[in-house]
């Protein structure tokens, strides 16, 4: 018997799917066309995290709820990357692409560096760089 692999498939709402398919490519994500269509499509980051960006009409045949307000935030969506450049560049992508950088204080704790970003919707991204070694140690 092979092992389940647990995987997490995050669904966002957005207004324009094909910028946004051109927006997340543009981050690193890669489009799976298994799993796409004219009304959604699945970004994977990697084998266990993939988005799926969902039409309106597409994310109301899952939920009733109201979407959320423009400018708010109902949650950040985190992704750890292997080095503070790559953390700057990310950011950059997100700028040059239709999203924005910097939508909170950068955070830099010298053995973490964290900047978040958003996509055209607004969906947040916590992009982070980490070395846990040099990360003090826990208080008792």
Not at 10 to 24: E, G, K
């Amino acid at each position: 018997m092979s092992p389940h692999l647990k995987q997490i498939f995050i669904s966002l709402p957005v207004q324009n799917l094909p910028a946004s398919i051109a927006f997340y490519q543009a981050l690193g994500f890669e489009l799976n066309p298994q799993f796409s269509d004219a009304e959604g499509a699945c970004l994977v980051w990697s084998e266990t995290i993939h988005t799926m960006l969902l039409s309106h009409s597409k994310w109301r045949s899952f939920t009733e709820l109201p979407l959320p307000p423009a400018g708010t935030a109902g949650h950040m969506l985190n992704l750890s990357l292997p080095s503070r450049e790559a953390v700057d560049a990310m950011n950059e992508v997100a700028q040059s692409r239709g999203g924005r950088a910097d939508v909170n204080p950068v955070h830099d704790l010298g053995f973490m560096y964290a900047r978040d970003l958003a996509d055209p919707d607004g969906h947040l991204w916590g992009v982070f760089w980490m070395n846990a070694e040099g990360a003090p140690a826990a208080e008792d």
